[in-house]
T-cell receptor, first 111, second 114 residues
Framework: DAKTTQPTSMDCAEGRAANLPCNHS???????VYWYRQIHSQGPQYIIH???NNETNEMASLIITEDRKSSTLILPHATLRDTAVYYC????????????FGSGTQLTVLP | NAGVMQNPRHLVRRRGQEARLRCSPM?????VYWYRQLPEEGLKFMVY????????ESGMPKERFSAEFPKEGPSILRIQQVVRGDSAAYFC????????????FGPGTRLTVL
């Protein structure tokens, strides 16, 4: 699976959009981008995934650049409960069962 | 619909004892994954099981660790002769099918070895 690079930490004001970047410059054509988050002392939680088109669900939006070398997870209206470590994961479809977690981005939502 | 359940949530063992961690997947899920998170580190994959079969144990330490997922009952991660370096949070996840996009994680078991 391709390697990902994320900033170590970010702050965001409550109510504002949180934009979390991820670089995956060596991504292959069959690799998807997944986002999970881990709130302190809890198990990780799936957020969203995509291949090349932008995706949106009730939790977040995922914007993938046209060359697929980077992506951004957007939490449109961050709340204090969104404070967590966010992991960007690249995984090949149909060949990798496990998730490979990096060090992620610690997002702190400030009141 | 109950989520993934793990027990115990906290487990304290002395060096040399055995630790048994249990995981009940979500209803209808027959695919189970175990991950370990050492202090201040990210999660590392350990093993992937389907009912009665170990499919991928590439992340399991070669000695002292074993896992099973019997036809009936929870999945068990067993650590024999625990050492202080085994102290970690152990997370179980389940999915509805093989190569699923979403894995559902349990709350974890925090193992402390004295």
């Amino acid at each position: 699976d391709a390697k990902t690079t994320q900033p170590t930490s970010m702050d965001c004001a409550e109510g504002r959009a949180a934009n979390l970047p991820c670089n995956h410059s060596t991504i292959s054509g069959n690799e998807y981008v997944y986002w999970y988050r881990q709130i302190h002392s809890q198990g990780p939680q799936y957020i969203i995934h995509g291949l090349k088109n932008n995706e949106t669900n009730e939790m977040a939006s995922l914007i993938i650049t046209e060359d697929r070398k980077s992506s951004t997870l957007i939490l449109p209206h961050a709340t204090l409960r969104d404070t967590a470590v966010y992991y960007c994961i690249v995984r090949a479809a149909g060949s990798a069962r496990q998730l490979t977690f990096g060090s992620g981005t610690q997002l702190t939502v400030l009141p | 619909n109950a989520g993934v359940m793990q027990n115990p949530r906290h487990l304290v063992r002395r060096r040399g004892q055995e630790a048994r961690l249990r995981c009940s997947p979500m209803k209808g899920h027959s695919h189970v994954y175990w991950y370990r998170q050492l202090p201040e580190e990210g999660l590392k994959f350990m093993v992937y099981l389907q009912k009665e079969n170990i499919i991928d144990e590439s992340g399991m330490p070669k000695e002292r660790f074993s896992a099973e997922f019997p036809k009936e009952g929870p999945s068990i991660l067993r650590i024999q002769q625990v050492v202080r370096g085994d102290s970690a949070a152990y997370f179980c996840a389940s999915s509805l099918r093989d190569f699923a996009n979403e894995q559902f994680f349990g709350p974890g078991t925090r193992l402390t070895v004295l």
